[in-house]
């Protein structure tokens, strides 16, 4: 069964091309990453990620976490990144895990928080991390599905 935008009913969708849709990517959006599990759903959950065009996507997650399990066993995730305002545009990204950086550098962890967070706010959130592991995995993108209602068909 094919699954459609709801406004996919009104409108003409429009694929971005590959350089557009690796530029929406990179830019600062809260994604939503889904990870296959035997029992039961895809876990859907927001997170913070990073993406330069052409790379890998990059999540960073404690190692006790849901998702660090889920995506130790699935060794693949998918990332969904929208924007939510007239036009709408979205770029869902899928592919397997290709490095597992258990102990990530202190700077790469600095670097995602900023991205998010400016000032105050990003120097509170490191705080709180400090001395806290963090695992990065990195995601070699080869599904890609994209849609921008700005480009008219």
Known sequence: MA??????????????????????????????ISIARREGPPLAVPVWYGYEPGGDVLVQTAPESLKFRLIDAAREFTLVVQ????????VSVSGPVVSVDDETPWAEVEELARRYLAGEAADDFLKSLEGAKITTFRMRPNRWYSTDYSISG
């Open 3 to 32: 699954h459609h935008h709801p406004m996919a009913l009104t409108g003409r969708m429009a694929v971005m091309s590959e350089s557009k849709r690796e530029e929406f990517l990179a830019g600062v959006h809260v994604g939503v």
């Open 83 to 90: 924007d939510e305002n007239p036009p709408y545009r979205y």
